[in-house]
Each structure stands twice: as C-alpha cells, then as structure tokens.
C-alpha cells in the first residue's frame, strides 16, 4: 500500500505564497505521475498541475504563471509551489500518484488525504 503525506497547507494573505509538499511511501512500487488537485467547497475535485517521472509538467489554466510544481524522485516528493495567491484558490489539495507495482500491469492510483489552503483577502 502506497501512502501519500501532505505538509505544508495554512492560512496566507492574497498576494502570498505557500508551498506543499507530499511524500510517497511503499514499496515495490514505481510511481509515474505524481500531482496535486484541488476541491473547494461546493465544487469537484480539479486537477492544479502534475509532473511525470521524466519532468513533463501539466498546470490547469488558472494556475500558470503563479504555480510551480517539482518532483524529487530520488524521494518519491512532489512539491507545489504558489505565489500570487487568490481567494478563488481556497481549497483542500489533495496529492496523487499513479504507477505499478513489481511484476503487476495494473496501473494503480492513490491519495493523500489532503491539506486546506485558504487565501484571504
């Protein structure tokens, strides 16, 4: 069993900057794609940005520009860095990896339970 921990969440003024960080655990597993999304109150889980183990990075539209997100493989760590925090970008993020275990072919997903965000204005 994989298990995902978040870090790094808390209140910050618009304008500020925040930065999560979310740490793998599990062995005998190889992780591909390793994200962050998001869920604000009343609204669906979104995705915020993603980076594959080559580097290959994804952001939602709303995030590019202000986010950055990086990966430390050697720790299985996925790091979201945001700067030019909004309101609109309270939520609870929720971090999320795919990938597969030893000798399996099913592609296997899980999350972290999540860390709240919240931008005040």
């Known amino acids: 069993q994989v298990q995902l921990v978040e870090s790094g969440g808390g209140l910050v003024q618009a304008g500020g900057s925040l930065r999560l960080s979310c740490a793998a655990s599990?062995?005998?597993?190889?992780?591909?794609?390793m994200g962050w999304y998001r869920q604000a109150s009343g609204k669906q889980r979104e995705l915020v940005a993603a980076?594959?183990?080559?580097?290959?990075?994804n952001y939602a539209d709303s995030v590019k520009g202000r986010f950055t997100i990086s990966r430390d493989n050697a720790k299985n760590t996925v790091f979201l860095q945001m700067n030019s925090l909004k309101t609109e970008d309270t939520a609870v993020y929720y971090c999320?990896?795919?990938?597969?275990?030893?000798?399996?072919?099913?592609?296997?997903?899980?999350w972290g339970q999540g860390t709240q965000v919240t931008v005040s204005s």
């Open positions: 999320n990896c795919d990938g597969y275990y030893y000798r399996e072919s099913e592609r296997r997903y899980y």
């Open positions: 599990g062995s005998m597993f190889s992780i591909n794609t």
């Open positions: 980076i594959t183990s080559d580097g290959i990075k």
